[in-house]
């Protein structure tokens, strides 16, 4: 009897939370303030690191910027202060467990507080076909992409957890929920990021944290860079073109403040995360060689290796 009484229970919340989330794309819910909130942002030199930076200031946030390169990440604190906003910068190597814990130490004596809202934004791509790929290369991708999410979270989930207070924010790709051809390493870190968040995801709600939410975001091409050349089919390129990096931190970062535990970026890349799901690996293999993701990549590859400098490898 009970068994029964809890499962109508479960179909009416799965019902009701199906019609919630379809009204939410019409009405958007209310957004959270964070003026005052300490916001750490990973890779905040980089294209979509500093343009968080620049919209939680906005917010009235205060940022603490980690990047592995000092220059570009000054520019980012430069910006901010511009802004009338406070930022405050360290050099962090997110491949190194130890400089996380070190830094997190550090910022935490500067600063005397603790992070609220942790954006965990870096991410590197080797840009090299698998057998091409130096090993090194391949490790550097799954420390960065992957493992510095476990020191981050561990650096900063105990104080949020004790303040029943926090955002992790994880910055994905649609390339953690389907993949294509030549970016093993990113896909597999990418889809590590996607199982990491879910569980973490899992494991506050179970425990019922209700005050830490938690955030997947997953971005489909964005123009900063990080993938020049990469390129589907012109036709279908009109209907699902690069993001501009703006749009891209806009769209993440309303559905940070209304609380929105998923978002890929343009809606439009739930379909092929359903068809994945859904349909037989032949007709999705079919479907890519229409519409050319198949070989996106390959133009992207042939950028990196003209990247490639006195003799060292480039680094993407
Ligand atoms: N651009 C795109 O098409 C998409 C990007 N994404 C994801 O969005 C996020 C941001 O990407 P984007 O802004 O384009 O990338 P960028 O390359 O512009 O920025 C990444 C930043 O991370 C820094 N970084 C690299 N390695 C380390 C390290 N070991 N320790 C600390 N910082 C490091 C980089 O420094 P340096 O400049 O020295 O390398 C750079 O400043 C990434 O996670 C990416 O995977 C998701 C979907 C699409
Ligand atoms: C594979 C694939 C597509 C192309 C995806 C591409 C080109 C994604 C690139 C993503 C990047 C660069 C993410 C970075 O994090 C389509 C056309 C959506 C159709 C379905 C299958």
């Given at each position: 009897?009970?068994?029964?009484?809890?499962?109508?229970?479960?179909?009416?919340?799965?019902?009701?939370?199906?019609?919630?989330?379809?009204?939410?794309?019409?009405?958007?819910?209310?957004?959270?303030?964070?003026?005052?909130?300490?916001?750490?942002?990973?890779?905040?030199?980089?294209?979509?690191g500093r343009l968080f930076a620049l919209e939680f200031t906005k917010h009235?946030?205060?940022?603490?910027?980690?990047?592995?390169n000092s220059n570009s990440n000054e520019q980012t604190a430069k910006l901010?202060?511009?802004?009338?906003?406070?930022?405050?910068?360290?050099?962090?190597?997110?491949?190194?467990?130890?400089?996380?814990?070190?830094?997190?130490?550090?910022?935490?004596?500067?600063?005397?507080?603790?992070?609220?809202?942790?954006?965990?934004?870096?991410?590197?791509?080797?840009?090299?076909?698998?057998?091409?790929?130096?090993?090194?290369?391949?490790?550097?991708?799954?420390?960065?992409?992957?493992?510095?999410?476990?020191?981050?979270?561990?650096?900063?989930?105990?104080?949020?957890?004790?303040?029943?207070?926090?955002?992790?924010?994880?910055?994905?790709?649609?390339?953690?929920?389907?993949?294509?051809?030549?970016?093993?390493?990113?896909?597999?870190?990418?889809?590590?990021?996607?199982?990491?968040?879910?569980?973490?995801?899992?494991?506050?709600?179970?425990?019922?944290?209700?005050?830490?939410?938690?955030?997947?975001?997953?971005?489909?091409?964005?123009?900063?860079?990080?993938?020049?050349?990469?390129?589907?089919?012109?036709?279908?390129?009109?209907?699902?073109?690069?993001?501009?990096?703006?749009?891209?931190?806009?769209?993440?970062?309303?559905?940070?403040?209304?609380?929105?535990?998923?978002?890929?970026?343009?809606?439009?890349?739930?379909?092929?995360?359903?068809?994945?799901?859904?349909?037989?690996?032949?007709?999705?293999?079919?479907?890519?060689?229409?519409?050319?993701?198949?070989?996106?990549?390959?133009?992207?590859?042939?950028?990196?290796?003209?990247?490639?400098?006195?003799?060292?490898?480039?680094?993407?």
């Open positions: 009897m009970i068994f029964l009484m809890d499962l109508q229970m479960m179909l009416l919340d799965v019902i009701y939370f199906i019609l919630r989330n379809s009204l939410r794309v019409i009405l958007r819910p209310r957004t959270k303030p964070i003026d005052g909130e300490l916001v750490l942002i990973t890779g905040s030199g980089g294209g979509l009235g946030a205060e940022v603490v910027l980690w990047d592995i901010v202060h511009e802004m009338g906003g406070k930022a405050y910068t360290y050099a962090v190597d997110l491949t190194s467990r130890e400089d996380v814990y070190r830094n997190a130490e550090l910022m935490r004596k500067d600063l005397g507080r603790d992070v609220t809202i942790l954006v965990n934004n870096a991410g590197v791509v080797a840009g090299k076909r698998i057998l091409d790929c130096p090993d090194e290369l391949i490790e550097r991708t799954m420390k960065v992409n992957c493992h510095a999410l476990f020191w981050t979270v561990k650096a900063f989930l105990p104080q949020m957890k004790a303040q029943n207070h926090g955002h992790i924010v994880t910055i994905a790709s649609v390339l953690g929920l389907f993949s294509t051809a030549c970016v093993e390493d990113y896909c597999a870190s990418k889809f590590a990021a996607v199982g990491f968040h879910e569980s973490l995801a899992h494991e506050l709600l179970s425990e019922e944290v209700e005050g830490v939410k938690t955030i997947l975001v997953c971005p489909y091409i964005v123009d900063t860079g990080m993938f020049e050349g990469c390129k589907i089919r012109e036709e279908v390129e009109l209907l699902l073109p690069p993001l501009e990096p703006q749009y891209c931190v806009e769209q993440a970062m309303n559905a940070i403040l209304v609380n929105q535990p998923l978002v890929c970026i343009p809606r439009l890349t739930y379909l092929p995360v359903l068809f994945r799901a859904l349909l037989p690996w032949e007709s999705n293999v079919t479907a890519y060689r229409f519409m050319g993701s198949d070989k996106c990549m390959y133009p992207f590859i042939e950028t990196t290796k003209k990247q490639v400098t006195n003799g060292s490898v480039a680094v993407a």
